[in-house]
């Protein structure tokens, strides 16, 4: 399985079977779209989700099957998609797919918590915009390290909570490159696991 990363918290798996893409949101650009066989979606912030690229996605390709969970109605408005929930196992090019977690990490008391869920992938866990600890082994984690609703500290103790053997940063748009710097080296020494960041275009076999 190759893992390749796009910008913010866009990434896409490719297998012999196909091409799963989890967040093409409006950071991510066009690319990530291009020839994949399934879209996950964790929530409904515009930084993970484009409904229009969907729509125009499945216009071309009207059986392509979309995943998130079930407020991802209202902005795909009419758009067909398939509601998951935690605990759902999905199976798309080949790969096993589970749904870990139900809620957004808390923003501020002021704003409402929003429905998300997270994809572990063969043992790679994309999150989303949450902490949720998966309650089964995971081998590589998509950390974020940039958020309104992230400290860098809690960055930190959430990936060692995880406990995977690496941990790749995503949802990082924000970042300055002065502030990547700073992240990656905050992160390199508080987290357990090998750290180690990946640009946009880069791909790792997993």
Not at 49 to 76: C, K, M, T
Not at 95 to 116: C, D, F, T, Y
Request: glycine residues 8%; negative net charge.
């Amino acid at each position: 399985m190759k893992m390749e990363k796009f910008p913010h918290a866009c990434v896409r798996f490719e297998t012999a079977g196909g091409r799963v893409v989890i967040d093409p949101g409006a950071f991510s650009g066009d690319a990530p779209l291009q020839d994949v066989d399934a879209v996950l979606i964790t929530h409904v912030h515009f930084d993970h989700l484009r409904p229009d690229a969907l729509r125009d996605l499945r216009a071309r390709r009207p059986g392509l099957p979309i995943y998130g969970p079930p407020s991802l109605a209202e902005p795909l408005d009419g758009l067909p998609f398939t509601e998951v929930r935690h605990g759902d196992v999905l199976e798309e090019a080949g790969l096993a797919i589970r749904v870990v977690g139900e809620r957004h990490a808390v923003i501020h008391p002021s704003i409402p918590v929003i429905e998300n869920v997270g994809y572990l992938v063969n043992g790679v866990f994309h999150p989303g915009d949450a902490l949720t600890v998966p309650d089964e082994p995971v081998s590589t984690l998509l950390a974020p390290v940039s958020a309104p609703w992230l400290k860098l500290g809690e960055a930190a103790d959430f990936a060692n909570a995880v406990g995977p053997v690496r941990v790749h940063p995503i949802h990082d748009a924000l970042l300055s490159d002065v502030g990547v710097t700073v992240t990656d080296t905050i992160m390199g020494n508080l987290v357990a696991a090998e750290y180690t960041r990946l640009s946009p275009g880069d791909s790792v076999r997993l």
